[in-house]
């Protein structure tokens, strides 16, 4: 029980402060305001996970821990997304059924993009902790290289020349967990390109045209993929060389 407290309750704990630093961080005011900074607080999650995930992992010594870690860590984003798109979401359209287009299709879209790119942060974690590497050291890995992937279309734009980049450049972006994200929310919020400070940022939908993908599934196939990929070896790799804690004492020992 207490190893399950850990592996849950913690995790919980620091994500929800997460969510809430966030609401106040980008909160405008009056609830009619929120709209305007809504975008921000859903694309606001892979970043701050990016950051968080990676330590709480590494704390985990088998997969199932990890996994619960995982799940609790994403348990305050869904709660706090429901409820940020109940408030802002247009009072006539409000569902009263579970269609899933609409309000309950992009929360539900939301929740599963994020749920991937999490794996897969997860899973790289676990693969790195069964080849023992020092726990301080495994963050400082991951949580640039999730950074980077996360922000790419902002520090590779100074390489883009124009529309002649966007066939080599839709595949990266189609699968792009920030993009996906935004795809959405899109209807609702608009993109993170338009913004005006997005001006200074990135040359998409400006000199290399631009549209988010119709299809979350590229992207949440090919995260769950990889994650998978990574879990596995980090199960086989933990299995041939368990650590001492894990060791089974025999009778009489």
């Known amino acids: 029980m207490p190893r399950l407290l850990s592996a849950t309750l913690v995790p919980f704990i620091l994500s929800s402060l997460s969510v809430i630093a966030t609401w106040f961080s980008l909160r405008t005011g009056s609830p009619m305001a929120l709209e305007g900074s809504a975008l921000g607080l859903f694309l606001a999650a892979p970043i701050l996970l990016s950051i968080l995930l990676p330590p709480l992992i590494a704390t985990r010594s088998t997969i199932r821990q990890q996994l619960l870690t995982l799940s609790a860590t994403l348990l305050p984003w869904y709660i706090f997304w429901f409820v940020i798109k109940w408030l802002t979401f247009p009072f006539q359209q409000r569902p009263v059924s579970l269609p899933l287009s609409g309000y309950w299709g992009e929360w539900m879209g939301s929740v599963i993009v994020l749920s991937a790119f999490a794996a897969t942060l997860s899973a790289f974690t676990s693969l790195l902790s069964a080849i023992r590497l020092p726990r301080w ?17 902002i520090w590779t734009s100074p390489f883009w020349t124009g529309a002649e980049n966007q066939p080599s450049l839709e595949p990266l972006l189609f699968v792009n967990p920030a ?25 998409l939908n400006q000199d290399v045209p631009f549209s988010f993908p119709r299809t979350l599934w590229p992207m949440v196939l090919w995260h769950l993929g990889f994650a998978a990929l990574l879990f596995f070896l980090s199960a086989l790799i933990t299995a041939r060389s368990p650590s001492p804690e894990l060791k089974i004492a025999r009778p009489g020992s």
């Not at 050291?137 to 640039?144: E, H, K, N, V, Y």
């Not at 993170?192 to 940022?201: P, R, T």
């Open 137 to 153: 050291l495994i963050p400082a890995l991951i949580t640039p290289l999730a950074l980077a992937w996360l922000t790419w279309p």
């Open 179 to 203: 993009i996906n994200l935004n795809g959405m929310v899109y209807k609702q919020y608009g993109g993170w390109m338009e913004q005006s400070v997005a001006y200074h940022l990135t040359n």
